[in-house]
């Protein structure tokens, strides 16, 4: 039965895995990442993976964008969205996917700054400078809070046990006082010792008959 119970457990914890990862990477694709600061004549924008938002004078509005020309300033806000889905299903704990998270927010300033500032550009730097916005580090650390707090109270709730539960723990203690009342002394130190719960010296052994 225990089981059948685990089997019907799997399916339910890949879909739940599943919804959120989808949902968090969707997330991650739409919020905005980057204050996008032209080193250049050009302008700044707000930069999410998708999209920009760009105040110019030949344009302002919003622009769609392929995700994969972000990537190398945004691939670990993918793997954070994925360790934030690990730690609701209790595959990963809290701290790492803070830390994932936490360098997914580095990542861009990490990446273009050196690139626009070491680099010894003929021209105009034809890197920008991504400064970090934590929408979707906000939203990821509210999501474990909540994921914390709800561990928590499910730890501490004390589930009361049932007459049928507590008739049989009764039952089960009686047998164990009786068939230990039925052994002898070396009999009750093996059974305490099966049991992890009677020490050796629990039991007196039998006095020797003294030699003359």
Not at 6 to 32: D, W
Not at 88 to 110: F, R, W, Y
Not at 167 to 176: N, P, R, Y
């Amino acid at each position: 039965m225990a089981e059948n119970f685990i089997k019907s457990q799997k399916p339910r914890t890949s879909t739940f895995f599943l919804f959120y990862s989808v949902f968090l990477l969707l997330l991650s694709l739409v919020l905005p990442f980057a204050y996008h600061l032209d080193v250049g004549p050009g302008p700044d924008s707000i930069r999410a993976m998708t999209w920009d938002y760009i105040e110019a004078s030949w344009y302002s509005g919003f622009r769609l964008w392929d995700p994969l020309d972000t990537l190398p300033y945004t691939v670990l806000r993918l793997a954070f969205a994925v360790m934030v889905t690990r730690v609701m299903v209790g595959k990963s704990t809290i701290q790492k996917a803070m830390l994932v998270g936490t360098l997914a927010e580095l990542q861009p300033v990490l990446i273009s700054a050196p690139l626009t500032y070491l680099i010894e550009w003929p021209g105009d730097p034809q890197v920008p400078l991504y400064i970090p916005i934590p929408v979707f580090f906000l939203v990821g650390g509210l999501i474990l809070l909540f994921v914390r707090r709800d561990h928590s109270r499910n730890h501490e709730k004390i589930v009361p046990a049932t007459d049928e539960e507590t008739e049989v723990g009764m039952k089960v203690v009686a047998i164990m006082q009786t068939v230990t009342e039925d052994l002898d002394d070396s009999g009750k130190r093996a059974w305490g010792k099966m049991l992890g719960t009677v020490e050796e010296a629990s039991y007196p052994r039998e006095r020797e008959p003294e030699r003359d």
